[in-house]
């Protein structure tokens, strides 16, 4: 009997242990994350859900402190985590902790042409962005690169739609497996900096679907991007981070988003768009709606007061901040309340190796006459490094992805690390650009020279005279005007003089190498003057190893172009009908969907360096492409395969490139577009079968009219090559 009561006692008072500890739905995260939301959402009020939706800091916003739901803190992006600014200001916070790696630039990592690094990439960003308490990641960027001009391409993957697509995706996962967004960016249009508060930009639907969205797209839709950024510009006239057209038809209703959207700093301009066409989150917004510069306006943003004000007098229904919040909710759940995230590393060796097997793979050898490179150490006395950009930091500046790195080795002490004492390395300066780099708060070394060019032409060659090589490190940097943030470069050539410099030089010595840091195309009076020119980008951390480690041979290159190089600057179709950067803030893309490669291909203009170009120290033959069966039906797919072979006597990776053509359509399309690659790893001699599989999705166009995708039946040509320009076969087959 006494038994039995006590039992029952323990029962009992089990039943109340468990009712109190048992976890409110919101927190309990073994229910489904919608339910979650729900339940937190019935816990909030008003004002605490207004504060959820706009900045509390530069790169904050408000958590549920009375819930311990946690606050949002972003960073950028896209190259490395930003260091930390003061709560309102864009100065340096100071912390002695925040010394990232600095990865390559994203137009490096696209010509690595290589998914697997892209992964990489996301990863060990991703880490960083974790450890350092971050849950949303400003990046990657992947608007089209239109005009060579834009300040801004260095961040972003270049001018094809399918290469940046294939390229975005696994760095967003690996971003995410950290439990940290990945925020796109610009959405959408944003392909200049110039006016780029204000401009509105006029194209057509084939060009829009076709080239400037879809690397969202893959983004959003298989990349499951958590959140994404809206633009500055405008499109149909509205502000593209209040812009009903482009976030509630389109990346909401077409693609079915359900993560963030965050504005970009400063890009939300009316309360009612904000409230009604599909944005999340207010940041940057330096203003209190009706002047500039007032601090800490935080309660006076656009979806701050004026919106709290608006839900309480019953002028807007309270669904549309639960509408918000709810996506809110949806990236805190996924990130900062995901109980099972990793907890990141930052700056470590393996990120330095990261980033620099990056650098390495997207290194691109433009031109390489008499196998001038690999250098050859054995047979070389003295190297001549010429030029500003041989030591000067690159981390430092460009705008918003300016970074404090861990360390940055420059072109010269890669070069003179590598090539140890054996070899006698001088540096003679050759130009002087602007003087300090600078960028909110933090300073580069100041490298300083007052000489004039004359002497500073006559030092580098009477030191190029006597060198085996002559490496000339040049290009452009990351200062206003260049690859920078807010404004666009004037022009295609080299600045500071650097073309009667190389010149010069290749007047006193035949084996200079040319190597260029940029993240654009520059024009090349002096091509034919020199025999080799690299392409190297901007590196981050590791940018003279890596570099060094191509100069000598140690790593092969087998980086391609994901842009076009063009002789001159009416090559490119948005220069060539004359509308960038627009008129009055009204800007047509009249080229439509002819951008990069597609405007040469059609225009049959010769350019400089084509889409998809990059040499190696080895070659590669291709044999003839075949393909599995003369008719694709409208359900299946072909195979393609095409045997790739190292000849050379050293091994290398080739990027295998895929175009198809459309031979009679009953809308205008490109000559061919890229529709697939791949990237292969050959040793001397080896063979690889190549196999490409083409189906329907590859031959479709979207057809304006009807709003769809759709192929057309009927012949298609692929292309099997090297480069755009460089095809080594084609095969027909028809659509029935
Ligand atoms: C840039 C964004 C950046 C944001 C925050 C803006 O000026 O356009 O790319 O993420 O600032 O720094």
Known sequence: MKKTVLIIISLFVLTIMQAQTKLPVYLDDSKPI??????????????????????????????????????????????GIRAEVLWDEWNQAGWTNDSCMAFPALTCLAATWNPEMAALYGKSIGEEARYRNKNVLLGPGVNIYRTPLNGRNFEYMGEDPYLASRMVVPYVQGVQKNGVAACVKHFALNNQEVDRNLVNVTVDDRALYEIYLPAFKAAV??????????SYNRYKGQ??????????????????????????WGGVNNTEQAIYHGLDMEFGTWTNGLSEGKSNAYDDYYLADPFLDLLKSGKVNPEEIDKK?????????????????????????????????????????????????????DATKKIAVIGENAIKMMTIGGGSSSLKAKYEISPLDGIKNKVGTAVHVEYARGYAGEKIAKQDGLTAADITDNRSPEELTAEACRVAKEADYVLFIGGLNKHDGQDSEGADRKELGLPYGQDQLISALAKVNKNVVVVILSGNAVAMPWINEVPAIVETWYLGSEAGNALANVLTGDVNPSGKLPFTFPVQLSDVGAHKLGDYPGKDYEETYHEG??????????????????????????????????????????????????????????AGKEIVQLY????????????????SFRKVDLAPGEEKNVAFTVSVD???????????WIAEPGKFTVYVGASSADIRSTVDFELK
Request: aromatic share 10%; with cysteine.
């Open 34 to 79: 919608e339910q979650r939301i729900e339940d937190a959402l019935s816990r909030m009020t008003l004002e605490e859900k207004v504060k959820m939706v706009h900045a509390q800091s530069k790169f904050s916003s408000a958590g549920v402190q009375r819930l311990g739901i946690p606050e949002n803190w972003m960073s950028d992006g896209p190259h």
């Open 239 to 264: 502000w593209n981070c209040q812009n009903e057209y482009l976030l509630n038809d389109i990346l909401r209703g077409e693609w079915g988003f359900d993560g963030a959207v965050v504005s970009d």
């Open 660 to 675: 198809i053509g459309d031979e009679k359509s009953s809308l205008v399309r490109p000559v061919k577009e890229l529709k």
């Open 593 to 650: 969907l002819f951008v990069g490669y597609r405007w040469n291909e059609k225009n049959k203009i010769k350019p400089l360096f084509p889409f998809g170009h990059g040499l190696s120290y080895t070659q590669f033959t291709y044999g003839k492409s075949v393909i599995s069966a003369k008719s694709l039906p409208a359900d299946g797919q072909l195979t393609l395969t095409v045997p790739v072979r190292n000849t050379g006597n050293k």
């Open 221 to 230: 839709m298989e990349g499951k991007a958590w959140s994404i950024m809206g």
């Open 325 to 377: 919040v709810r996506n809110i909710l949806r990236l805190v759940f996924r990130t900062n309340m995901d109980k099972n995230r990793p907890f990141g590393s930052f700056a470590t060796p393996e990120h330095g190796l990261a980033a620099r097997q990056i650098a390495e793979e997207g290194i691109v050898l433009l031109k390489n006459a008499n196998n001038v490179l690999p250098i050859r150490l």
């Open 698 to 708: 590859d031959l479709k166009f979207f057809d304006d009219t009807k709003h769809e």
